[in-house]
């Protein structure tokens, strides 16, 4: 199938990783630039409990989101901002409406361009609204909507384009739930690859007609889901060892969309974007603790440490004491962002950065993985095997494992019996996995199918 | 400090002071051209107008008494000192004046309507009476006291109940002033259920007022329209063109319906209402 | 009438100040400290509308708010924090009410204490019921209630109380409409500080009766309105330099508190607590950028630089997606606070100061006040005229005003027309004011009684 | 990287990994005293719950094999794989199992179950039936499917409509199945919405049913009440207490009402419900 697939490091060593730069940065109209020496705020907000019951009150209830960030940007003097939507049902369901309302806060944001010279963007993320178990992923009316609204959205003043699919995630579930990580391997790993070339591929050529970046794909149906479903310290629903293993898995599937012809800024909530920058420098968009709207996570600060993008997560469309929403989370991103700004023009960024990462580096192992020393060992596993997305998803694993089993002998990191426990037994079981990624899709092709009625092995090409 | 901003330059790339980037040319308040347009072109009417223009009290006083030897009262205030009122209130709107010199021109046109309503003789007829009150157990009053203000320089008489003010004492005002509409402040949540209160109670007396408007902190539009006759009121100088419309017959269903209509401009509040 | 006033400053430079280090540390019960070496992150929620509905809804909406708040503590891992109430009109008005809620909450946070053994503290701040226009501020039921509220609290298991009183309310509002600024020194400096001493003396006599420290007083009735109204950089209610002045006055009279036995943490949201510190050396409260929920003050970073707890502001007690508010805001000032504890720790925590403070020192005339190295300055305004309230918060104006000059001069700061043309009219009548405090008080006095109908002058002896 | 961690201290003043604090001391699931209380003592029973406590799908199976050769297919089902299962519900109630202990439990338990229930012939009874759905447009579905897992593996028929389901299959469904319950997942602001006009065409259809729960993202108690036959679920174990308390007759405004009672434990969300 040919595409392209990296089997080097963007980095030389991770000290050259660092907020507000990345190594090919991207522009984007109304004066944007990502990764090119500035960290940029985003806020997403969604829309409010009944605005889709119509397309004309879910286009106002869009503008008047777009018309409070950009009104508080001003007023706080943000240089630049990124608003994100990320679509409801029926904005991707009805590209018309997904094209209404990204034109309606196009102009919103272009008029502020115009009136203050505030840098702006706008980011619409689809929704991915396949349903495996109805009729696969590929070629049905669902499937084809999202490239509609793609299409809308790109034409009507988009900045860029971004999405979490879902492919691998009838196989993922399963795992995750029964702690079975040869199933979340397969998920995430082999069948989630396989989708992201599927859909980003057709992405990155819309997009191509028009003023428009193909920005990336989270693996929120992965990574974020087990980091959510492990929640805090105290959470009983799943390892935080087995969520870092998700995730360093995960890794390997969202640079797909990258190897596809995906930009950048990588789209946010599955938090794997520092290994993924780490493999192919892109821009990357984060959210850490400015999403505490949102998310309990357990890695606020550490997030920060390579953003270039700094986001809260979707957050109910309503008022605070202080204001409406919109508003008052980008000026939460909006500070964050100007501190680490403030850092690297008086260049102190380097220190800044160690200071995030540290702060939360040990506080889980989830923080050990992503630590950005930690996170370039893991990219390097990664392209070790690179042309290979099982082989590298595994090696990403494998190496995770290393890290974080090396932290807690040196005492550093502290585990609770069932994190070690599951650890322990997940890595034997990944170490015990074939080195052919043909034998291990066999392997699973023999027992996946028939325990989950949901998976569908056509919509992966198997 | 051990870093020094002063070494680097691109602060621009932490904030911006649109504030400044943005100001046009200083000009003055006489010479804009919405003020221009409705300015009276001749005296003693122009120079009353610019003194409530320029909040100076002290020149409202003379340029009252000057007129007042030559010109009866009731023009004084209409052709001359509203006029003023009128060019401050689309100064302000505008954002090219503020509070302080909105302020500063309501106590100048008070002295000179005092003056000009002594001279009167007679109680004049005044557009209409408001209640207003700030809630039970709540202090904060700065609200309430814009309001009252706008009110009262717009040709309002306004009884001012001031703040933490029992429920009872708000009814029994209402029903001695008879006022065409009722502006209730509060700021907190354990006290903005109060409007709740007050509104069940005059229900209850069978007083159907027209409106009840209210804003501040907590307080949000939901909660304002989750009782009868709630109205909630956004910026305090939107009281007048409230109470304007309450003269005019609205009744506190329409205020709901036609918020930005009535006040004249885009309420973010209200955007799903347009 | 002889309270200690200060006339020296607790640093010899500003760069001895720094967040987490107070001069004088205080101690609470639950194993918490202030100054010491750490910023306890401090979270305070506003009980719900209807709470107030009887005495059993409002203490279990107290109770739940410390459990929400300290379970989310335990989840994330925070080392310790504070829990403020700012008590609503019903539980100053009924001290039973104050007692009861309490209690329940010093009874959730000593079990979490117990259990997980985190550190942790209560602050209750009473509300200021008395009404000047109502029977003036001394002596009245309403000003007998407060004090018996503070000392429920106080029996009940606070670890501290706190206030912000309305001294000089009448006075200064009249000013702040209309930009006179006699009245405003008036009304913050002389009045505001006349009633604090009444205030806080008795208050620290009550709490020296249990384990509770008094904390202290913030001017939310001058400095906090002033800032509220000013609003962002496009709000044309009240003008910036303006606002700086109210702060610069402000300092002159929360001062008075601590001169009357207040310890801290001083409490937060007039901002005025750098200069304050930087005379007293008493560990201080501060918020900024994770106080949006209630506020958009345009220096969000710049508070964190000396703060020894950080905060947020009330905000609404309800579901966010990511959980209870009261879990929601704590996990936010918590991230911060993390963030400044790593920066101590690993030695950089002067550099990190730094930037928070210029990140914000030039946005806007209040950062520029309020930078430590010119709050440093204006203390030492403040303590040169340290025994005349009057001539202190004068001088403090003057001092400010030195300092926005100078930053404008130096090309540094920029100033729209409005905010140059108020400041230095505001100079110019604060220049010409008499150097005898009881002349200056003469002249007040014989204007603003007769234009200020609810200004009662026996309220203050005068 | 520049800093180095390690070369300082106290990290405490940062972090403090309270689970590992806290942590108590490994003990085997059978020997906790809540599980050995409610064990069966006797053989085949005792395997059989052990095989699912420990969720070993492979030695259900045996066990089941050998039980079933000896016992009726009833008592295997009752008095020994159920038993296991109650074991773990109270183990993952206090926090000492994890979900996906539960979840392999779970999948034990139906290995067994459905071979007792080949071996029995004819259907056997169940404690009633439930429909369960993720509202139309929405693709969240954990949360349904551990309802769906919880419901299967303490006795009910359930009906699992799956997710992204149009409203109108709910209510034929509804009318198809005669649930005792029906239980409803959304996540997100547009797609809650629909439980509301789920309940509406309920109504109409004279359908009165009695539970309609629903959890998730931006589902919140207020919402779920705002509409008749809603009742909040906060976790997914619930469901089955919830359930239980269906069949024995409890009507949805008893469940708003009682919820933390009959879930059985403090419900932070119920928290003035108490
Ligand atoms: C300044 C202030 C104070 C000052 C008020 C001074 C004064 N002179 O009024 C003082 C110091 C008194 C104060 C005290 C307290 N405060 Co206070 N305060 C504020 C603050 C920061 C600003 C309020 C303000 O003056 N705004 C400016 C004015 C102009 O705005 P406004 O009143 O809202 O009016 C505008 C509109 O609403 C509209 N409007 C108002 N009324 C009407 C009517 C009509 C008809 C119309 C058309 C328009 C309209 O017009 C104005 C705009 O043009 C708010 C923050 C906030 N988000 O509001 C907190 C706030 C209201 N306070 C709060 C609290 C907690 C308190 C205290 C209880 C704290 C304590 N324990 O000490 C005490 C009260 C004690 C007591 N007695 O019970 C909380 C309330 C939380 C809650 N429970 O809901 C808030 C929301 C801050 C927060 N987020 O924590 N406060
Ligand atoms: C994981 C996740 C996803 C995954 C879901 C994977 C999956 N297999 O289901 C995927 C990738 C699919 C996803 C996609 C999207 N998501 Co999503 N997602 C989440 C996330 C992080 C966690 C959800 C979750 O699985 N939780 C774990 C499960 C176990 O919890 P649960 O379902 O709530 O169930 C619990 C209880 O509710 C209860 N329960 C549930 N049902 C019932 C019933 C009864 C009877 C009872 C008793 C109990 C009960 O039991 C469980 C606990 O024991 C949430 C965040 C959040 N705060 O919820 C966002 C969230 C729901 N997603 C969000 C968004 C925006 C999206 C997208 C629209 C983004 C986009 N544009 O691409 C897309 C959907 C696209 C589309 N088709 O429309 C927003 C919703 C915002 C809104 N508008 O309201 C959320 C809230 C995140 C956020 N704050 O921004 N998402």
């Not at chain 1, 349903?131 to 034409?155: M, P, V």
């Not at chain 1, 069948?191 to 007609?209: N, P, Q, T």
């Not at chain 2, 100076?56 to 000192?81: C, F, N, Q, Y």
């Amino acid at each position: 199938m040919g595409i392209f697939r990296y089997t080097k490091l963007a980095y030389r060593e991770p000290d050259e990783m660092l907020f507000g730069h990345a190594k090919f940065p991207v522009s984007a109209h109304w004066g944007l630039q990502f990764g090119a020496g500035y960290v940029v705020p985003e806020v997403k907000v969604a829309p409010e409990a009944g605005s889709e019951r119509s397309k004309e009150v879910m286009v106002k209830e869009c503008e008047s989101i777009a018309e409070q960030a950009a009104g508080r940007a001003v007023d706080i003097g943000l240089p630049a901002f990124l608003l994100e939507q990320e679509h409801v049902y029926q904005q991707t369901h009805f590209p018309d409406w997904g094209g209404a309302c990204t034109r309606a806060q196009a102009d919103v944001l272009e008029r502020f361009h115009n009136e203050y010279g505030i840098k702006c963007g706008l980011r619409q993320t689809v929704g991915d609204t396949r349903l495996e178990e109805r009729g696969g992923l590929r070629g049905t009316d669902y499937d084809n909507e999202i490239a509609e609204s793609i299409e809308q959205c790109a034409k009507n003043g988009a900045s860029d384009i971004a999405a979490e699919t879902m492919g691998g995630k009838s196989v993922l579930d399963y795992g995750s739930m029964r702690g079975d990580i040869r199933a979340i391997l397969f998920g995430i790993g082999v069948l989630g690859s396989i989708d992201m070339e599927y859909f980003w591929k057709r992405a990155v050529r819309i997009c191509s007609h028009y003023n428009c970046n193909p920005a990336g794909d989270t693996n929120c149906s992965g990574a974020n889901s087990v980091m959510y479903i492990a929640g805090g310290l105290l959470g009983k629903d799943f390892s935080h060892t087995g969520a870092a293993l998700a995730r360093a898995i995960s890794a390997a599937r969202s640079l797909v969309a990258v190897e596809c012809g995906a930009t950048g800024p990588l789209k946010d909530c599955g938090y794997e974007n520092t290994i993924v920058k780490a493999i192919c420098g892109v821009p990357i968009a984060q959210e850490g603790k400015n999403a505490v709207c949102a998310h309990a996570d357990v890695m606020g600060n550490l997030t920060c440490q390579v953003a270039d993008v700094w986001s809260n997560e979707s957050v109910f469309h309503r008022e605070e004491m202080g204001g409406p929403t919109p508003g008052v989370w980008l000026q939460a991103t909006g500070y964050e962002a100007a501190l680490m700004n403030t850092a690297i023009q008086t260049g102190n960024a380097k220190i800044l950065r160690d200071l995030y990462t540290l702060t939360d580096k040990y506080r889980d192992p989830q923080g050990t993985l992503l630590a950005y020393d930690n996170a370039f060992r893991v990219a390097g596993a990664i392209v070790e095997y690179g042309k290979d997305p099982y082989l590298r998803a595994r090696a990403a694993a494998l190496e995770c494992s290393k890290v974080i089993t090396e932290a807690y002998d040196a005492k550093k990191l502290m585990l609770t019996r069932f994190e070690l426990d599951s650890l322990n037994k997940y890595t034997s079981v990944l170490e015990g996995l074939p080195m052919e990624s043909e034998r291990f899709i066999d392997e699973c092709m023999k027992e996946y199918p028939k325990r989950i009625p949901t998976f569908d092995p056509k919509s992966y090409g198997l | 400090m051990t870093l020094d901003w002063e070494s680097r330059e691109n602060t621009d790339f932490v904030y911006r002071r649109y504030n400044v980037i943005v100001e046009g040319p200083a000009i003055k308040p006489e010479d804009d051209k919405d003020v221009k347009k409705n300015m009276p072109p001749k005296e003693p009417f122009r120079e009353l107008a610019l003194a409530v223009i320029h909040g100076d009290s002290d020149r409202a006083r003379e340029a009252t008494k000057t007129a007042l030897a030559s010109t009866p009262p009731l023009d004084v205030i209409e052709k001359g000192l509203s006029k003023g009122m009128d060019a401050v209130s689309a100064l302000y709107a505008k954002g090219a004046y503020f509070l302080p010199d909105v302020m500063l021109s309501a106590d100048a046109m008070m002295v000179g309507m005092n003056m000009a309503d002594a001279k009167l003789g007679k109680a004049r007829e005044k557009k209409g009476t408001v209640v207003s009150f700030v809630a039970e157990g709540d202090p904060h009053d700065i609200g309430k006291n814009l309001v009252v203000m706008f009110l009262r320089s717009n040709g309002y008489e306004v009884v001012d109940l001031g703040r933490d003010v029992p429920n009872a004492d708000v009814v029994s005002a209402v029903k001695k002033a008879k006022p065409v509409m009722l502006t209730g402040t509060a700021l907190m949540t354990t006290t903005m259920t109060n409007f709740h209160h007050v509104s069940d109670m005059l229900k209850k007396e069978g007083i159907s007022l027209p409106i009840f408007g209210c804003g501040g902190g907590a307080v949000k539009r939901d909660f304002v329209e989750s009782y009868d006759m709630g109205v909630y009121g956004v910026k305090a100088f939107h009281a007048t063109k409230l109470a304007d419309a309450a003269v005019a017959g609205k009744t506190w269903k329409d205020m709901r319906k036609e918020y930005p209509k009535i006040v004249g401009e885009f309420v973010g509040e209200y955007a799903d209402r347009l």
